[in-house]
């Protein structure tokens, strides 16, 4: 499944779908931080495997020519040995991975790449990249090493004129950076920063 319980199209064989279970050592108000590391990882690793250059859209899709390539989903969830984050990835390899109908907003590394993905390749990669990238934000400064990185590498940043719904709320302006808790600045027509933690955001 996806965000907000919607449902996710995964047949079997047409993508990289998994689930990690963290146990992070940050600070809990640091952790949906994690969404936007394993974006990275996700961006470092097919540019890797394929030098496939993608676009991250606020706070966890993974674009390629403005199509979704890729969706991530981060739950807390307590244990018996305290609360984890359960961190969820799924790629569409190719084209069968999603129904004809979504072809204008979906798409897949075969056909960014022209090649036929090999998942055992793309796991391996991004588990690794995945590994560095949580172990970074652990690290010292290691929350404003990824916020600038997650910058650097999504057009959403900074600058990006985006709609943004929220339950029944939708607002229009320009994106104006992150918070140090990773949630989206977006500047309304009447110059009002306005701070999104969560809701739909699309570019207009």
Known sequence: RGRLQRQWISPKGAGLYFSVVLRPRILQSSWPLITLAAALAVHDALLEVYSLNTDIK?????????????????????????????????????????????NE??????????????????????MIALERRYEMLQSVHGGEEVLREWSVRSSYASGKRVRVVSGQEVLEGTTRGLETDGALRVETAEGQIRIVRAGDVTGL
Do not use: M, Y
Request: overall charge negative; hydrophobic content about 45%; aromatic content about 2%.
């Open 58 to 102: 606020w706070p966890n899709d993974i674009l390629s020519n403005n199509r979704k390539l890729c969706g991530i989903l981060a739950e807390t969830v307590e244990t018996a040995n305290g609360r984890a984050l359960v961190l969820c990835i799924g790629i569409n390899l190719t084209s069968s991975a999603f129904p004809p109908e979504v």
């Open 105 to 126: 907003i979906a798409t897949s590394v075969q056909l960014e790449t022209g090649e036929a993905p090999d998942l055992e390749i793309i796991l391996r990669h991004l």
